[in-house]
């Protein structure tokens, strides 16, 4: 419908790690949730809807025996876009369990790629200008209450560490290899804390900027430059954006 009007469009998961400008986005937004939230084990493979949400798939497999998505428990968002970001923790990442893709190419034709078709890097891939419809995960056996156990020792040293009850856009950098994370680096460079209009530096965690109550995506933006100007400037450290700015 987008392309017969020649709108732009763009496809939204759960909104964990974009920022809207204040301006709107002026096309066809698609929001992927129940519909396209199919969760099926086929042996020790997991097929699932990319509007399926992650530590839903993540709680899911571990209950029943399977291991490879346990530590997602606590990255917020669906599947469609946590393999958009290649999304990961604690050393795991969707790219590791990514056995095959479908998704809709721009011509709006649905098509399955293996994994040796897609690029993942750091917190990226290449399926830009594809929509994720499902995909296949290939896990292995582990015992439910081992599982379990480290679910909740991972969920507990999140809520310790990263405001998830304050409304945020995600991890604002990607961390830029070597000994530092971004947050650390920000953290170091005296911003925690940092305000501008209504949006803060975490004062928990450096890489997550909250917004106080009346922050526009703009007060965000800011906050950003001024952030990767310091820490340039400070540290030596270029910090790229791992946020998608929308509009
Ligand atoms: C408190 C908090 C903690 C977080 N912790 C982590 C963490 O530990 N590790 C980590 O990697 N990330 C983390 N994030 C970031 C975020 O959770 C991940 O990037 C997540 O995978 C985003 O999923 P989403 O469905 O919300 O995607 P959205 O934010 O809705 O979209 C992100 C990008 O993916 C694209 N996209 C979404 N769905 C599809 C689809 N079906 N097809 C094609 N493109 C699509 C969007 O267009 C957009 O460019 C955190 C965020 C928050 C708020």
């Known amino acids: 419908m987008a392309q017969e009007r020649g709108l732009p469009s763009v496809v939204l998961g759960l909104g964990s790690n974009v920022l809207v400008r204040d301006s709107g986005f002026p096309g066809l937004v698609v929001r992927m949730g129940k519909g396209l939230d199919r969760f099926e084990m086929k042996g020790a493979t997991a097929i699932v809807g990319a509007g399926l949400p992650t530590p839903l798939l993540a709680r899911r497999t571990a209950e029943l025996g399977f291991t490879g998505v346990e530590r997602f428990i606590g990255i917020p968002g669906t599947i469609g876009g946590g393999i958009y970001m290649n999304a990961g923790c604690h050393g795991a990442e969707f790219a590791e369990v990514i056995t095959e893709v479908t998704v809709m190419d721009p011509k709006g034709k ?105 922050a526009t995506a703009a007060d965000v933006l800011k906050l950003i430059e001024h952030v990767r100007k310091t820490v340039a400037k400070k540290a030596g450290v270029e910090l790229a954006t791992e946020v998608k700015v929308i509009g």
């Open 110 to 214: 649905v098509k399955q790629l293996a994994r040796r078709q897609i690029v993942f890097k750091y917190r990226s891939s290449n399926l830009d200008d594809q929509v994720i419809l499902e995909a296949k995960l290939g896990l292995g056996e582990e015992s439910p209450a081992k599982l379990k156990e480290l679910q909740g020792r991972l969920l507990r040293w999140r809520k310790a560490g990263t405001p998830f009850d304050q409304p945020c856009c995600g991890s604002v950098f990607r961390n830029p290899g070597g000994p530092k994370t971004a947050g650390m680096l920000i953290e170091e460079c005296g911003l925690k804390g940092h305000q501008i209009g209504g949006a803060q530096v975490s004062t928990m965690h450096a890489n997550y900027f909250v917004n106080l109550g009346t």
